[in-house]
């Protein structure tokens, strides 16, 4: 067979599974992608509580067409903090990066993954915090829904690998706009 030939039955025989791969790849976005709504019971405009003291505002919301969900955290103190979360379809796996106006102390920059599900919804990241030393300690964030459409936050270390762990934070996001108790 001349080779056009052979060209032509390559493309005719070949180029309906192409359009059909490319067309199923379309077709899975993020947003049909069930791992990228892992954190949609965190997305929102939120007032921040340490019990009955509102300690910041944080604003979580989806971007890049809801491949990813951004924190843009404001403490009534005046600090701040970004943090992108993004899911790893391969590994089904959450990371977050976080970082502060204050990125070369300790826990100004962190890098988290999601270690833990919970049944009633809630999620786990741990990370580590490296100290000037160069000793590294345990962090992790626990997110958990709350009834009325809120969120608990609490912020915990260990130093000795786990055994333990020290609340840094707890804290209960409520919809702007509304009492912070119900």
């Not at 949609?40 to 009955?52: C, I, K």
């Not at 009834?147 to 762990?165: C, L, M, N």
């Amino acid at each position: 067979m001349k080779p056009i030939i052979l060209a032509i039955l390559f493309v005719a025989c070949f180029s309906p599974a192409v359009a059909v791969m490319a067309t199923e790849e379309e077709a899975d976005t993020c947003a049909s992608t069930p791992g990228f709504q892992r954190l949609d019971f965190w997305l929102g405009h939120w007032d921040v509580y340490v019990g009955a003291r509102k300690v910041g505002i944080n604003h979580i919301e989806k971007v890049l067409d809801g491949c990813a969900v951004t924190e843009d955290w404001q403490g009534n103190g005046g600090g701040g903090g970004r943090s992108l979360f993004y899911y790893f379809p391969p590994t089904d796996t959450w990371k977050q990066v976080w970082i502060t106006g204050q990125a070369t102390k300790p826990g100004g920059v962190k890098e988290k993954t999601m270690v833990e599900e919970f049944p009633e919804g809630g999620v786990r990241f741990q990370g580590d915090i490296t100290m000037k030393s160069g000793r590294t300690y345990l962090d992790r964030t626990t997110l958990t829904p709350l009834a009325g459409g809120r969120v608990q936050q609490v912020i915990e270390v260990s130093r000795d690998g786990g055994g333990t762990w020290k609340i840094t934070f707890d804290a209960v996001y409520v919809p702007q706009g509304e009492a912070p108790s119900e």
